[in-house]
């Protein structure tokens, strides 16, 4: 993440949960409130979270969690979630909303299931990398995400994701990294995404459309409907311009 945007996403992180979450309490205690959340609402069949324990309220003792860095050593104050290959299970808990001040989201190679919260990027609203890939979550991409006005890279790829994709993610404007291939997408691509990202972004969604840069003959011509009707304009033409002789003495030359 470039230095000025950490520094300024730390500023106003630090400054705003209170305002964002009128009954939250001090930073600490909604980070831990948020942890204690996950670890409550998730499955930890490999008890990946077991660790977690919150009885040492010294300043920086949960940023030795696994899988939570802080902003600094000797301040409680999380900065990211890097939980891949935990093994988790369920549902994306609305706890996440109590960790508002993260900037990366790492929640790829679990077997979470259910869909996108709407909401997610309200929780997070200074988040920069969001990776929910290799999951199982199900439903439409929400158009909500285009709320996550920082995010440089969205990974969701590798779960069963269907319907459109939202027009909305080209308000995206610090995208860099898109992945959103190997689900059930459906629909056309928006074009701005298809110029701005490779078609591996969008691979392995059997029903997606790529968009057209133009006027495509070839699909025309595929189809008897539209080939009788071009044969009937250029008939139509020629005989306007060259009259009836003409075209049946070429009628009559291909016979």
Not at 59 to 72: D, R, T
Not at 122 to 139: E, I, R, T, Y
Not at 235 to 240: I, K, R, S
Request: with cysteine; aromatic share 8%; net charge negative.
């Amino acid at each position: 993440m470039p230095y000025l945007l950490q520094l300024l996403l730390l500023t106003v992180a630090l400054t705003l949960p209170t305002s964002v979450h009128p009954q939250s309490g001090t930073p600490r205690e909604d980070d831990v409130r948020c942890l204690e959340g996950l670890k409550t609402s998730l499955g930890d069949p490999d008890g990946r979270l077991a660790s977690w324990t919150f009885s040492n309220t010294s300043a920086g003792a949960i940023c030795e969690l696994s899988g939570v860095p802080c902003w600094s050593p000797d301040e409680s104050r999380i900065i990211a979630l890097s939980l891949s290959g935990f093994g988790l299970t369920g549902a994306i808990p609305s706890e996440l909303q109590f960790c508002s001040a993260i900037t990366t989201l790492d929640l790829s190679s679990n077997r979470l299931g259910g869909q996108i919260p709407p909401a997610l990027c309200d929780w997070l609203p200074f988040v920069v990398n969001l990776d929910l890939s290799g999951n199982q979550l199900s439903g439409p991409i929400p158009a909500e995400l285009a709320n996550c006005k920082f995010i440089n890279s969205l990974k969701l790829s590798a779960n069963s994701l269907s319907g459109k994709i939202s027009a909305s993610l080209v308000l995206l404007g610090h995208l860099k990294s898109l992945d959103l291939s190997n689900n059930n997408l459906d629909g056309d691509i928006p074009p701005k995404l298809a110029a701005s990202f490779s078609a591996d972004a969008f691979a392995d969604n059997p029903d997606l459309v790529e968009p057209h840069s133009g006027f495509d003959l070839g699909v025309l011509f595929g189809r008897p409907e539209a080939a009788a009707a071009i044969a009937f304009v250029f008939g139509f033409v020629g005989t306007l311009f060259f009259g009836p002789s003409i075209i049946r003495r070429v009628a009559g030359r291909s016979c």
